[in-house]
T-cell receptor, first 115, second 108 residues
Framework: NAGVMQNPRHLVRRRGQEARLRCSPMKGHSHVYWYRQLPEEGLKFMVYLQKENIIDESGMPKERFSAEFPKEGPSILRIQQVVRGDSAAYFC?????????????FGEGSRLTVL | KNEVEQSPQNLTAQEGEFITINCSYSVGISALHWLQQHPGGGIVSLFMLSSGKKKHGRLIATINIQEKHSSLHITASHPRDSAVYICATGGSQGNLIFGKGTKLSVKP
């Protein structure tokens, strides 16, 4: 049973470009979470999704950021018109039951660098 | 708004020592998670607690709901335990709130 797979592991973008980060949850997991870790800072919640639904996006910046978890395929975190402040590690986690009742399984992270 | 505070921020120990990392939070929660972040950046879930105590190998996690406090203990510490340990709390909604982490360094 493969773990949570994130790709790309490293992504370099110039200011104004788009970044797409992918997360394939563990088999059988329908709950996906995205977190951001800025350099020298702690993890921050961004968004919680179940298949085809956004459950909680209270941690998402209001502009340029969007997330989806389609019926088929991985969850996608999309950042439009990237700025230097978007440089961070983006972690995805999945759970079979939701974080309040189930263990979280993390991917290795995607490290975005904006030049 | 829930605040999650960890102590100490940094901890250096000699191999074999017993280690305790503390986590306090300010509002009621449904679950508390202890995570380990390796020097390479990957994150591993160690425990999820809603009450009492859990043990896995040399790691023990406890939670006191009334006092809003949790501890992570490492017995017979080893240099491979060197990592950042992160406490995170969750309510009934989807988001987790994370502590800033405790950076542990175990010297041989």
């Amino acid at each position: 049973n493969a773990g949570v797979m994130q790709n790309p592991r490293h992504l370099v973008r110039r200011r104004g470009q788009e970044a797409r980060l992918r997360c394939s949850p563990m088999k059988g997991h329908s709950h996906v979470y995205w977190y951001r870790q800025l350099p020298e800072e702690g993890l921050k919640f961004m968004v919680y999704l179940q298949k085809e639904n956004i459950i909680d996006e209270s941690g998402m910046p209001k502009e340029r950021f969007s997330a989806e978890f389609p019926k088929e395929g991985p969850s996608i975190l999309r950042i439009q018109q990237v700025v230097r402040g978007d440089s961070a590690a983006y972690f995805c986690a999945s759970s079979p039951l939701g974080h309040s009742t189930g263990e979280l399984f993390f991917g290795e992270g995607s490290r975005l660098t904006v030049l | 708004k829930n605040e999650v505070e960890q102590s100490p921020q940094n901890l250096t120990a000699q191999e074999g020592e017993f280690i305790t990392i503390n986590c306090s939070y300010s509002v009621g929660i449904s679950a508390l998670h202890w995570l380990q972040q390796h020097p390479g950046g990957g994150i591993v879930s160690l425990f999820m607690l809603s009450s009492g105590k859990k043990k896995h190998g040399r790691l023990i996690a406890t939670i006191n709901i009334q006092e809003k406090h949790s501890s992570l203990h490492i017995t017979a510490s080893h240099p491979r335990d060197s990592a950042v340990y992160i406490c995170a709390t969750g309510g009934s909604q989807g988001n987790l709130i994370f502590g800033k982490g405790t950076k542990l360094s175990v010297k041989p």
